[in-house]
């Protein structure tokens, strides 16, 4: 079946740098665009960055556009999520999510495949 596998969080200082990486395994990876979520606790789940199957468009909220940077490489099926001047209020378990349609990839209900997560500390 198919997985993504999310690596690289981990407890940073604020106004540091974490970047996460997703590996795709057992799905055409270039049919889908890929996107990141995160929850932090007792909140609903957030889409944080979104890109084409081609990583021609990319889509941020504003809550961290000029912070995150999303990419792909399609020739090793992954995705990453590269995240600087970290805050607090970014601390969340980050999921990797693949949808076939780039329209679907802001909206968790869009969504075909998720990752397990992977947590990202931030302190003050």
């Known amino acids: 079946q198919v997985q993504l596998v999310e690596s690289g969080g981990g407890l940073v200082q604020a106004g540091g740098s974490l970047k996460l990486s997703c590996a795709a395994s057992?799905?055409?990876?270039?049919?889908?665009?890929m996107g990141w979520f995160r929850q932090a606790p007792g909140k609903e789940r957030e889409f944080v960055a979104g890109i084409s199957q081609s990583g021609g468009e990319i889509y941020y909220p504003d809550s961290v556009k000029g912070r995150f940077s999303i990419s792909r490489d399609n020739s090793i099926n992954t995705v990453y999520l590269e995240m600087n001047s970290l805050k607090p209020e970014d601390t969340a378990v980050y999921y990797c999510a693949a949808a076939l349609k780039y329209y679907s990839i802001t909206l968790s209900n869009g969504i075909d495949y998720w990752g397990k997560g992977t947590l990202v500390t931030v302190s003050s």
């Open positions: 057992r799905l055409t990876f270039s049919r889908y665009a």
